[in-house]
């Protein structure tokens, strides 16, 4: 994620005006949803969350949501949503796995839309993503390859 980044702070402010990519999120959402049974207790994790169109989709649904992601600028708009809305079980995390920052936590369910083609050493984040998925959880992932 990390050789993009700047590209993606400079995006941040007019990211969710783009109705492609709100709609990508709305269906990606109603897939998650048709796949994985969301719960009151559960926890996800939110990797490469940018603003928060699929946290957001999501988050009444569960008991919390943790937005990872690797552009402050990303991360500000959805803090600014979180704030604005006074979204109580939601939090982000600025991480960049290809500068070697760890995940963290405990999650029935770990997902990423449309992320994993910027990373560069993908099966170290897969290791990651082993480890914070508790048993029984859920690895939910869309991309382009």
Known sequence: MSENKRDFDQ????W??????????????????AAVTLTPDMRVLDFG?????????????????TGV???????DVLNRKIA????????????????GDALT???DVVLSNMTLHHIREIKPLFAQFHK?????????I????
């Open 142 to 145: 869309a991309d382009l390859d």
């Open 132 to 140: 914070v998925i508790r048993q029984a959880g859920y690895l939910c």
């Open 69 to 75: 992601d690797s552009s402050r600028g990303m991360l």
């Open 16 to 33: 969710d005006d783009n109705p492609v990519r709100v709609k990508l999120s709305e269906d990606l959402g109603n897939a998650l949803c």
């Open 49 to 65: 969350c940018g603003t928060g169109l699929l946290t957001s989709r999501i988050q009444p649904l569960v008991h919390s949501v």
């Open 105 to 107: 936590g405990q999650y």
């Open 11 to 14: 995006e941040a402010a007019s």
């Open 84 to 99: 604005g809305l006074k979204l109580h079980n939601v939090k982000t995390v600025f991480a960049d796995p290809d500068r």
